[in-house]
């Protein structure tokens, strides 16, 4: 699959796009993901020390994942398929005076799973899956794309009432977290799915954890619970 668009939907491209002015506005219309970031980072270096590593953000976005792993100390590289938003990457790069080694390609993660296998210390998609219209594939490519003992980590919201409620309703239609219409219910995916695809491409289910907002704090902090936004740590086994 090397089409550049062979697993994407076009109207959740063209959603991205139209934020691309907002990625790098802490304050903004994507400020949760500014918020969650320290927490998302953290975690993952709980698995998988990032510096001097060769990581890959799979739906990097305009980049707020793939500079803070960067700035970790890693060798960076985001894909994306919203043209916008990765130049509103490569240009946060660039006025970021190149300190740190990340770079940004307009490719689909099929596409560079079929150029570079294997070749990730660590790979992560996170807030990505829930809008595409193959996930299934996405989490094989990524599988494709991680050395043998390397890590791969997903984030998503799980599909219940309570997502429902808090992700959808409340997040953008009460709290106004993040935009109305990022996401659809029947496109969430429960853990338990999400983890079954993972074992199927020979990713072992190492650690889960949630993360869930404090409305009266205006605070994002980890927790055990999966019900809502949850992320989970993989590791390829080897000889996979």
Not at 31 to 40: F, Q, T, W
Not at 51 to 60: F, N
Not at 133 to 140: L, R, T
Not at 175 to 186: D, I, N, Q, R, S
Request: with cysteine; glycine share 8%.
């Amino acid at each position: 699959m090397t089409s550049m668009h062979a697993n994407a939907d076009q109207s959740e491209l063209q959603k991205f796009s139209d934020l691309a002015h907002a990625w790098w506005d802490p304050q903004g219309e994507l400020k949760s993901l500014h918020d969650i970031n320290p927490l998302r980072l953290g975690w993952i270096q709980r698995f998988a020390p990032l510096h001097g590593r060769d990581v890959l953000d799979v739906g990097c976005g305009g980049g707020i994942l793939t500079h803070a792993m960067a700035a970790a100390g890693a060798r960076a590289l985001g894909v994306d398929l919203a043209s916008k938003s990765l130049k509103i990457a490569k240009l946060h790069a660039l006025e970021s005076g190149g300190r740190w080694e990340e770079q940004y390609r307009e490719i689909s993660v099929e596409g560079l799973a079929d150029e570079c296998p294997a070749s990730f210390d660590a790979v992560t998609c996170m807030e990505m899956l829930e809008h595409v219209p193959d996930p299934a594939s996405v989490v094989a490519a990524c599988a494709r794309l991680v050395k043998p003992g390397g890590w791969v980590f997903f984030s998503t919201i799980n599909r219940n009432w309570k997502s429902l409620t808090q992700a959808i309703i409340g997040a953008e239609y009460v709290l106004g977290l993040v935009p109305k219409g990022t996401h659809e219910y029947a496109k969430l995916i429960r853990p338990s799915e999400l983890a079954e695809v993972c074992r199927a491409n020979g990713l072992h289910l190492r650690a889960s954890e949630g993360l869930t907002y404090n409305p009266l704090t205006q605070r994002y902090f980890l927790t055990p619970s999966l019900d809502v936004n949850y992320m989970l740590a993989t590791q390829r086994l080897e000889g996979v």
